[in-house]
């Protein structure tokens, strides 16, 4: 009889057997988030965890304890779930030979970390552009802020890299990438082979082709020189204009304010975060921004930025014009795939990579905010993580499997807890939806023949687990909505 395969839904691990796996591997995520998708090992649940899963931000911790403290987000140990090693993977295909890793983000670190604990053998370099430890990118508006030093800024210390055997290479720049060869080419130094070799080179911000856009003091933020170069322009009473109202746009203004500046943010759209949020849950966002001394300007379409060889000014269409001594735009990033397109690789907005995470050449693997999977590059910190350690897995040996993974953002911005998943926008006549606003919560569900298709929730996120699994599992809640009178009432079944 062939053995079935089963797709875990929060991180798209695929795990094949007779049953679902007691826990995955790579998230944590128990029995009932896996769904059957097709097609043989049973993994067997470990005494004790080895890891936990932030459920908040995605943060893993070692230990067979969770923190007390998350050091991404600061939830406490109550919002971290267990994560099982998985012992199922044969060690017998564990490559000995090199592995080599191009990038030190979350995705390359995680390659490397399950790369070692799949092949003990293996000879792993780890190559980084930076000339300081892998550090969390996502704790940089905090390091902003002053909520943390920068000692606090690294994942590992510089031992953990030597007790694994895992060789760092600080300020190194890959310029050529031979598939034929088997080898790359680095701007200082003699070439470096590979028996297997992984892409994880992220993403850089992408700046809109404004005029003025070249002025000094005109930054963006995505590593932690970035972050000193704006702390060493901003000071208490400076003028700082924030670019964009995404996630790290917000974040960056609330700390820039922390530090007792002057800060105007500038949104495109009528509302924060479009993307994930409808006008009414942003409210709770600007609200929240105001209250923290932030400027917000939505509908802002900017003209040009103002000054000499600094900037001053940012103009916008309007005629209004915004006096600026700092400008950071945070208007999202661009894959890094220059290397991988001269070395012929299939690439569209990222690497195109398959169900094991490997490009279209052998031996090669992508993961993180440059890979792509059935079109889309997820370009956040949890599928990074979950995308590295299944390529570092499959690079070192390993037959794991990546499903993709639902798109649902769990965010905790400006303090403000919230939950968007799926189709947050009724389309037509054939939807159904039922809303909840008060003071202190919002909450929206979205149904199309009592399914639910799509959900948002700010300031109590209790029901998320719930409706993710409703959502998931494609649950008709015909029995739900039938005893309900109103809105608040489907909203009161649902959480019984």
């Not at 930054?219 to 109202?245: E, F, Y």
Request: charged share 20%; glycine share 8%; net charge negative.
């Amino acid at each position: 009889m062939a053995a079935k395969s089963w797709l875990c839904v929060v991180c798209g691990y695929v795990h094949e057997g007779d049953q679902p796996a007691g826990t995955c591997p790579i998230c944590g995520a128990t029995e009932e988030h896996f769904e059957e998708v097709e097609t043989s090992q049973n993994q067997a649940e470990p005494a004790q965890p080895e890891q936990w899963r932030c459920i908040n931000c995605e943060y893993i911790h070692d230990g067979n304890h969770p923190p007390e403290v998350c050091p991404i987000c600061a939830v406490g140990p109550d919002r971290f779930e267990a994560v099982f090693q998985d012992s199922s993977e044969s060690s017998s295909n564990a490559v000995t030979g090199t592995i080599v890793i191009i990038g030190g983000g979350i995705a390359g670190l995680s390659a490397a970390e399950s790369a070692r604990s799949t092949a003990p053998e293996a000879t792993i370099i780890l190559l980084t552009r930076e000339d300081e430890l892998p550090y969390y990118r996502l704790n940089l508006t905090r390091y902003l802020a002053g909520e943390l030093s920068v000692e606090a800024l690294p994942v590992h210390p510089e031992s953990w890299y030597r007790e694994n055997r895992i060789d760092i290479r600080f300020a190194t720049e890959v310029t050529a990438i031979s598939p034929e060869r088997k080898e790359i080419a680095v701007k200082e130094g003699a070439p470096l082979a590979y028996d297997r070799l992984i892409l994880a080179m992220g993403a850089h911000p992408f700046v809109p082709p404004i005029p003025g856009v070249n002025r000094q003091h005109i930054v963006t933020l995505r590593t932690r020189k970035d972050a000193d170069r704006i702390l060493r322009t901003n000071g208490a009473g400076s003028r700082c204009v924030v670019v964009g109202g995404g996630v790290l746009g917000l974040e960056t203004a609330a700390a820039l304010a922390r530090r007792q500046a002057h800060v105007t943010l500038l949104e495109g759209f009528s509302w924060l975060l479009p993307r994930q949020l409808n006008a009414k849950a942003s409210s709770f966002l600007a609200k929240s921004a105001q209250e923290q001394g932030i400027n917000l300007v939505a509908d802002a379409k900017i003209k040009q930025f103002d000054g000499d060889e600094v900037v001053r000014s940012v103009v916008l269409e309007s005629g209004e014009v915004i006096p600026a001594d700092l400008v950071i735009i945070t208007a999202g990033v661009r894959t890094n795939s220059y290397l991988p397109r001269l070395a012929g690789l299939k690439v569209k907005e990222g690497v195109v990579v398959d169900s094991s995470l490997q490009t279209t050449c052998e031996n090669i693997y992508a993961a993180g905010d440059l890979a792509e999977y059935q079109s889309i590059a997820y370009g956040t910190w949890g599928p990074a993580q979950f995308q590295g350690a299944i390529a570092g897995m499959n690079a070192a040996g390993g037959t794991s499997q990546f499903g993709g993974i639902p798109r649902s953002h769990i965010l905790k911005v400006l303090g403000v807890d919230m939950i968007s998943m799926g189709q947050i926008q009724a389309t037509d006549a054939s939807y159904k939806t039922y809303e909840i606003m008060t003071a202190e919560r919002y909450g929206l569900l979205v149904f199309r023949d009592d399914r639910l298709q799509g959900s948002i929730l700010v300031g109590d996120t209790s029901l998320a687990s719930k409706l993710k699994k409703l959502m998931e599992s494609g649950t008709n809640c015909h029995d739900y909505l039938s005893q309900a009178a109103t809105d608040e009432e489907v909203f009161k079944t649902l959480a019984a």
